[in-house]
């Protein structure tokens, strides 16, 4: 009995693994598609969803200051101030392991916690992003 739960945690910690580090590639490209967005056509909006793509891939660090920059370069454009700062603070402390904003580099204990244990934060991504990140994952793999 014994050696069949040790092969279920393995296999479910193997399989979890696995999902996160699909998850962790997906996002980076998605925040990649972002900049090159907010290079050809910079707008506040845009850099609220790189924010949220950033925190996924736990660059903290990086949306604490693109948030920031939000807040300080459009004060009376953003209606949702709250919901900004919420974002903010979650980068600040998004677990209870870690204090300040830093950009982590795909840690899976890290995102392990995160989910069990962290802050509730607001994710500014649209379907439309996800759907341009789906086609960009299709056109990589049939180029394979």
Known sequence: MAKLLIIFLVAYWGYNYWKFRRDYRY?????????????????????????????????????YELLNEIMNSTPYVVNDKNILLMNMEFCKNPTPTLHGPKNLHHSYWHHFVLNRLGKKRYDFLTEDEYLKTNSILRKMKSNH
């Open 27 to 63: 996002y980076t490209i998605m925040a990649e598609l972002l900049k090159q967005d907010i290079r050809e056509k910079p707008d506040y909006v845009k850099k609220m969803k790189l924010s949220s793509a950033l925190i996924h891939i736990q660059q903290y660090a990086s949306a």
